[in-house]
């Protein structure tokens, strides 16, 4: 059966974009207008200035309206063999009041999208998804005995991420964040509003996200945001764009930018598998049958033909798009996909598609880079480096309870 | 735990006879379980009522593979096993189209309609026998071709090219993908002779006369003219399947009937035997399902065992019978005017014009039946006094359009309104013809369904469209025979080249299995 929770769509057709439940404290605070849509929402891709919301994640406290992300709530007898159907990660062992990153295939073995699956309670699941899922979640659910509701206007969500997030949210009133160890959920109450706070998100920090009723949505910014006129911490709204400076730097893929899905891949070779996006890991072959499982086995006994890896670039020059060469002015062998001048690494960091040769990586790797200098432009060259782990996952991310402050 | 069996067929229909005979006769253990108290599937002969009995679902043999014939020594050719028929397009004036294989007669036909008929025949029987290479094989990929596959298309190319020659090629490519409307209206002028060809198009198929496709359809069933001439079997169909019985019997093959397969046992993304309804668990190598695409991979194997988009489309294929059987017990032959007692042994069908035939399908595309139903009759008994008690007869009506999915169901009531209907469409012919039923029984698609264990009650297990033929029969990544099970294929009408009782779907599978020499 299919519901669509549409509590807050607008009925005025000249508004295009869809108001967030926090829209009201949004759109105050947002003062250089930066909007953008994040899937039909108005959001704030800038709220003041780059630079200070960026260090709000890394350094103080930052807070991200998460409304906009797809959330399906998957319950029903098969919720749970429906679901590792879907992905190909085990999520049998998942227990309740757990999360885990998931990605899903086709039946070619290539990859749909990412998400995380909330277990919010004994077989009752959320999914939460980069793009709209509900079309591949009904074909998926034939013959299974499954209720799939799309609940992403239902749910208000903001994510609270860097080293004084757990400090804030106790300071606001929530008891006992700081036993939640990266991946718990917690059922608590902010000032008697029920709420959810899990420990997940997508800076590579410490963080947790505060979910609620769409109702109380502003009650609870506002007492997050007390904190900070109380004086005791300095807590920040962040637009996308800070969002995305720390999940490049945390090594984190989003579908869409670094790769095509394979829903939205015309041409043959434009999709991606897990293999090729450097998710083997992510890839369960012990578990029951899932689909693009047949796809998958065949693709991991071939030698790796190209992989999306994480990439530093020497030098202060944006590697914004560049092209990849074997060597300086060598044959090419890939493209950076999304890259970011890593305020606190000092170094330019990216994700890039690399074609492998003979199933290995290149030897070298050499971006070259157009930039400009008084509106001339000029190319040069710069090295690169495939580094193995994230270029930034902090200890704090996950250390339980986290440091006091 | 031991491997009794090295194969299992899933379904006794004839095309899994067909296949455990070939099989078996390759020297493997093969066991046929059928889920009826008897082989045969649409290929029955049934008591419909006491003392009375005919062919249950097919009623008139018009293409079993010659080859088949051959390979399986099935003696079906003599006078004893079958009567050949003409067709007989009724009309309410009496002047009743009489269309043979090579020849049409009516008294109203212009001498250029009947010239027109014969070189039709001739020539679109000619376009069927050039699909010959792609009927008897294993339907090539396009994708990952082997050697076969490249052998295949290219057979196919040069029947298309040098078989048919420049012209005929040309015309074949030109109506190949449209309607059998627009082509009979090039050829003829009797819309008497239209109406009735264009029910060979459409019988079977959710489609009318002007419904792009119905060329292919129509070529189909002319391929059956390529093999035997067109027949009603002594002692109804269920003669052929028993034919078919003896000779997988005596080539070894194990026959169980009454047993239905509940579950195809997976493991390891390969088939390990059958678990049935009993809770027997059957072991083998290799598991054939002569079962429609639907009831195989959703209802056996099951989605969880699948990939989704696979089950997707298995699921969207269009299945949904449009036909319905009706049988008639008659206390004495009805009287058809203008009908010789000769002629009433012969295949009589209502269609008087493509428009009646088009608007008997109006009706089905928005869940209704026929207000005037296409009719294919025949009185077996005539020939065959076997079937029903001295001196009385039995009437077995193929009736179209009767949808799967009626909009107000098939109650009883409605039930009894259509076979009023049909019954009414008949006496339009055979005045008398009510004051003889002494016995009635209506097959709807959704009792085809029950009764044969076939989705949707339909005749071919999928509609045959282009779409839904050939290297995308049932749909792609199943086709060739085989599924995405290792060591599970398919043997039955779902597969390429569909159905009737044409034993193609049996012999090619058998063949896709022995040349993959995993058994």
Redesign the interface.
Known sequence: MLTQTDSHVTTDFREVLQPSPFQARINEQCLVQDWMSWNGYKTARVFDTLASEYFAVRSTCSVMDLTPMEKYRITGPDAQ?FLN??VTRDISTLKPQRVTYVIWC??EGKVLDDGTIFHLSEGDYRLCSQHHQLD?LL??S???DVNIEQETHAIAALAIQGPTSCAVLTAAGIDGVDQLRPFDIGYRTLNGIDVMVSRTGFTGDLGYEVWADPDHALAVWDAIFLVKEQGLFDIRPIGLGALDMVRIEAGFIMPGDDFNTAETAVRADRDRSPYELGLAWLVNFKK??F????AL?AESKKPTVRRLVRLSVEGNKSPTDAFLYDAKGGSRIGTIKSCVWSPILKMNVSLADVEFVKGKLPEQIWAEIYYQKELEWRATWAKCDVSAKPFWIHPRSSLTPPNRF | MTKSNSVVIIGGGHNGLICATYLAKAGHQVQLLEARDKVGGGASTSSFADGYSTSGLAHILYGLNAKVCKDLKLNIGDSASIQPVDTISLQLDGDHVTLGRDDVSAKSLSSKDLEAYRAFKKEFRGYAKALQPLMMNTPPRLKDMDKKDKLTLAKLGWSLRFGLGTDSMREFLRVGGINIYDVLNEVFDSPALKGAISVDAILGQHMGPRTPNTVLTYLQRLWGETQASQSIPIGGMGKVSAMLERAAVDAGVAIRTGVKVAKIIVENGRSQGVILQSGERVEANIVVSNADAKTTFIDLVGAPQLDAMFCHRVNSVRQHGDVAKLHFALTELPTFSGLSLQQLSQRLIIAPDMRYVEHAFNHSKYGEFSDNPVLEMTIPSVGDSSLAPAGHHVMSVSATFAPYHLKEGWQQQSRDTFVQRVTEVIERYAPEFSSSVTATELLTPVDIEDQYNITGGHWHHGELSIDQSFMMRPVHGSAQYQTPIDGLYLCGASAHPGGGITGVPGHNAAQRILAMGDI
Request: proline content about 6%; overall charge positive; charged content about 20%.
């Open positions: 063999i159907r879907l086709n039946d591949w074909i998926s034939l013959g299974f029951p049958y689909t693009g499982k047949k086995l």
